[in-house]
């Protein structure tokens, strides 16, 4: 099976910020800083994107829910 071809960009970031996670990873299992800042922006952004799955009430359905746990006795 061929493996696909990865397209790759280039960042730029502060040298300073790369010597620290240059730093950072050694002893790790991350072989580099790209594959370092590549796992965390996938993590940031997974994060993100869970958070933006998560339902919310409107006020106006949060409001339903409270009139009806008071018409069952659960709130006062």
Not at 1 to 11: C, G
Not at 39 to 47: D, G, I, K, P, Q
Not at 50 to 75: H, I, P
Request: glycine share 4%; no cysteine; net charge negative.
């Amino acid at each position: 099976m061929e493996e696909k071809e990865r397209k790759y960009t280039t960042v730029s970031i502060p040298v300073q910020l790369y010597e620290k996670i240059k730093n950072r990873i050694e002893g790790t299992g991350f072989t580099s800083v790209s594959d370092y800042v590549t796992y965390v922006l996938r993590e940031v952004l997974a994060s993100l994107e869970e958070e933006e799955k998560e339902e919310v009430f409107s006020e106006e359905e949060e409001e339903k829910v409270k009139e009806r746990l008071r018409a069952l006795g659960y709130l006062d």
